[in-house]
């Protein structure tokens, strides 16, 4: 996924002035760091070198002066003034975050949509305008960003028998999503709705995320880009959460998703939330682990379900679930060269042989449809039996699974609920056409999101 950092120098002020307060070799706003010194001695700044190639070798690179980062000390009163500020300005020289002015006729509200002006030095072509997903700026981490969508949710509460977007495009409704959307993508509002309907795009948009600024997902719209975030038992804190948000929004992200697993999930992911104005997803089952001690075994479609209700009500926009990992197909998996590389999906296939039952995900996917139906979660169906090496590419783990996740997105839009597909795995380039061939027949177009990594002709690039 997009914000793996893979750095090879950052010796120049210039790189520098755009790395996360994390990453950065000098002492941290956060002290995460400290200058490198004990058994080699204090190092002498004349000694590096200044080809920068040479750097990856020398005794200052392979001195590794990172400590943890402790947890947050006040979970619900962060310390967010020791995180540095993302330098927006000096990222984008010669530009301005702009917007648009449109009106939503139904209801009169007064949409302003982002775009980025990019200022040339062209007489006949002065400025350059560009899809911007930077957010609002100057704003306090403690208040949050503003709830645009505050006004367009109070005005359809209670007024529907279903509140999803595919139910709105169906009834022949063009939400203020919608519009927002077609504006950012320069297309007719309703081609985006018919879009939505048929299931081809999707709005990912809990109701209660009300700082969100819209986008779409679809093959027939831009790409877009997901960023990976989130805690570990080990590391990190919320105030670092938040500038990994910060960060990914400066450079592009679309989307993003936060995999925290440490302390205090639930007050990080509900400050990441107040803060996001791109659509926030998790992976549920990861939560739902922590609830029983990390025991796999121990999990429970009851704290699944809790898990589900309590992130939504944060506004969680999309949940990745692993139901098509079924009991009879994880027996497909033994003679694979690397097994079953998802964290999801192992968890998932644990359970199910410990206990031989059916996946409860799979069991009690109707219930899951009637949760993301309330709050208009969309899912993205996780791959869960990917392949995590070529060598396991397209086997009939893999095909089984997608297989049911076609089945199990048709029994979603029968409940107006939003979905993607993830996949395919580790792939290699011959093999794509195939995958993408059934992905398009078996999940009826609905859109891919791929998590995994670019195969290149001499080395591997993870994101």
């Given at each position: 996924?997009?914000?793996?950092?893979?750095?090879?120098?950052?010796?120049?002020?210039?790189?520098?002035?755009f790395?996360?307060?994390?990453?950065?070799?000098?002492?941290?706003?956060?002290?995460?760091?400290?200058?490198?010194?004990g058994?080699?001695?204090?190092?002498?700044?004349?000694?590096?070198?200044?080809?920068?190639?040479?750097?990856?070798?020398?005794?200052?690179?392979?001195?590794?002066?990172?400590?943890?980062?402790?947890?947050?000390?006040?979970?619900?009163?962060?310390?967010?003034?020791?995180?540095?500020?993302?330098p927006?300005?000096?990222?984008?020289?010669n530009?301005?975050?702009?917007?648009?002015?449109?009106?939503?006729?139904?209801?009169?509200?007064?949409l302003?949509?982002?775009?980025?002006?990019?200022?040339?030095?062209?007489?006949?072509m002065?400025?350059?305008?560009?899809?911007?997903?930077?957010?609002?700026?100057?704003?306090?981490?403690?208040?949050?960003?503003?709830?645009i969508?505050?006004e367009?949710?109070?005005?359809?509460?209670?007024?529907?028998?279903?509140?999803?977007?595919?139910?709105?495009?169906?009834?022949?409704?063009?939400?203020?999503?919608?519009?927002f959307?077609?504006?950012?993508?320069?297309?007719?509002?309703?081609?985006?709705?018919?879009?939505?309907?048929?299931?081809?795009?999707?709005?990912?948009?809990?109701?209660?995320h009300?700082?969100?600024?819209?986008?779409?997902i679809?093959?027939?719209?831009?790409?877009?880009?997901?960023?990976?975030?989130?805690?570990?038992e080990?590391?990190s804190?919320?105030?670092?959460?938040?500038?990994?948000?910060?960060?990914?929004?400066?450079?592009?992200?679309?989307?993003?998703?936060?995999?925290?697993?440490?302390?205090?999930?639930?007050?990080?992911?509900?400050?990441?939330?107040?803060?996001?104005?791109?659509?926030?997803?998790?992976?549920?089952?990861?939560?739902?682990?922590?609830?029983?001690?990390?025991?796999?075994?121990?999990?429970?479609?009851?704290?699944?379900?809790?898990?589900?209700?309590?992130?939504?009500?944060q506004?969680?926009?999309?949940f990745?679930?692993?139901a098509a990992?079924?009991?009879?197909?994880?027996?497909?998996?033994?003679?694979?060269?690397?097994?079953?590389?998802?964290?999801?999906?192992?968890?998932?296939?644990?359970?199910?042989?410990?206990h031989?039952?059916?996946?409860?995900?799979?069991?009690?996917?109707?219930?899951?449809l009637?949760?993301?139906?309330?709050?208009?979660?969309?899912?993205?169906?996780?791959d869960?039996?990917?392949?995590?090496?070529?060598?396991?590419?397209?086997?009939?783990?893999?095909?089984?699974?997608?297989?049911?996740?076609?089945?199990?997105?048709?029994?979603?839009?029968?409940?107006?609920?939003?979905?993607?597909?993830?996949?395919?795995?580790?792939v290699?380039l011959?093999?794509?056409?195939?995958?993408?061939?059934?992905?398009?027949e078996?999940?009826?177009e609905v859109?891919?999101?791929?998590?995994h990594?670019?195969?290149?002709?001499?080395?591997?690039?993870?994101?």
């Amino acid at each position: 996924m997009l914000f793996t950092s893979v750095a090879l120098v950052a010796l120049a002020s210039q790189t520098a002035a755009f790395s996360p307060s994390g990453f950065s070799r000098s002492t941290s706003s956060l002290k995460v760091l400290s200058e490198p010194e004990g058994a080699l001695g204090p190092l002498d700044p004349l000694e590096v070198p200044v080809d920068p190639l040479e750097a990856l070798v020398t005794r200052e690179a392979n001195i590794k002066p990172y400590s943890r980062t402790k947890p947050t000390k006040d979970p619900f009163n962060p310390e967010f003034e020791r995180i540095a500020s993302v330098p927006y300005d000096s990222a984008f020289p010669n530009s301005t975050r702009e917007h648009k002015t449109v009106v939503h006729e139904p209801t009169g509200h007064v949409l302003n949509v982002p775009f980025r002006r990019v200022h040339l030095e062209d007489e006949d072509m002065p400025y350059l305008d560009l899809y911007d997903t930077s957010g609002p700026r100057d704003i306090d981490p403690k208040i949050g960003i503003p709830k645009i969508r505050q006004e367009w949710i109070e005005a359809r509460e209670g007024k529907h028998e279903r509140y999803t977007q595919m139910h709105f495009a169906k009834k022949g409704m063009i939400t203020e999503e919608m519009l927002f959307v077609a504006e950012r993508e320069g297309v007719e509002p309703e081609f985006v709705r018919s879009e939505i309907a048929r299931g081809r795009a999707i709005i990912s948009c809990n109701k209660r995320h009300l700082e969100l600024e819209p986008q779409i997902i679809g093959r027939m719209f831009k790409v877009k880009i997901n960023a990976n975030i989130g805690n570990s038992e080990i590391t990190s804190s919320i105030e670092e959460e938040v500038e990994k948000l910060q960060w990914s929004t400066l450079w592009g992200a679309d989307t993003l998703m936060d995999l925290s697993t440490g302390q205090h999930i639930h007050q990080t992911r509900e400050w990441i939330m107040r803060n996001s104005p791109i659509p926030v997803g998790s992976v549920p089952i990861y939560q739902a682990l922590e609830k029983v001690d990390g025991i796999a075994e121990n999990l429970t479609w009851e704290a699944f379900k809790e898990t589900l209700i309590e992130q939504a009500e944060q506004g969680v926009d999309y949940f990745t679930i692993h139901a098509a990992v079924l009991l009879r197909f994880v027996p497909t998996t033994i003679n694979r060269l690397t097994g079953i590389v998802s964290r999801g999906g192992s968890i998932h296939a644990k359970w199910n042989i410990f206990h031989h039952k059916e996946n409860f995900a799979y069991e009690h996917w109707d219930e899951i449809l009637d949760i993301c139906a309330e709050y208009d979660v969309a899912l993205s169906i996780g791959d869960g039996l990917r392949p995590g090496s070529i060598f396991d590419a397209n086997d009939e783990a893999q095909f089984s699974e997608l297989k049911l996740q076609g089945d199990l997105t048709l029994r979603a839009w029968e409940k107006d609920v939003q979905v993607m597909n993830e996949g395919p795995g580790h792939v290699p380039l011959n093999k794509i056409p195939q995958n993408m061939r059934n992905q398009l027949e078996w999940c009826h177009e609905v859109s891919l999101i791929s998590y995994h990594h670019f195969l290149k002709d001499n080395w591997e690039l993870y994101f």
